[in-house]
């Protein structure tokens, strides 16, 4: 995951998947360890709307070789978060897949 400037904390784990800040300092390495390939994941900025919150995740598959690093997309989902009041927290409320 490539941090943002509007990130200031970022989880371990995300449903058992590490999540691993990919910097211009480490990526060579992360890539030679993970053999020339890994996922790169871009969260757009939350929009804000009423009483929902809503997310954009798109990953990317990368392929680094000699230097040469491609990354390529075929799908992503936008996430509608809406607060619940009664237990006083954002409730996923719609799921939108797109791609291939």
Excluded: A
């Excluded at 784990?13 to 053999?35: A, D, F, M, Q």
């Excluded at 000699?66 to 237990?87: A, E, M, P």
Aim: aromatic share 8%; glycine share 8%; with cysteine.
């Amino acid at each position: 995951m490539k941090k943002q400037d509007f990130i200031d904390t970022i989880p371990e784990k995300v449903n058992g998947y590490p999540i691993i800040l990919l910097t211009s300092e480490n990526y060579k390495r992360l890539y030679k360890e993970h053999k020339g390939r890994l996922t790169h994941t871009i969260m757009s900025p939350v929009k804000v709307s009423d009483s929902t919150l809503e997310v954009t995740i798109v990953p990317y598959s990368g392929n680094l070789k000699r230097n040469h690093l491609k990354l390529g997309v075929s799908g992503g989902s936008t996430i509608t978060f809406q607060f619940d009041c009664v237990q006083h927290k954002f409730i996923v409320s719609k799921v939108n897949s797109w791609g291939i």
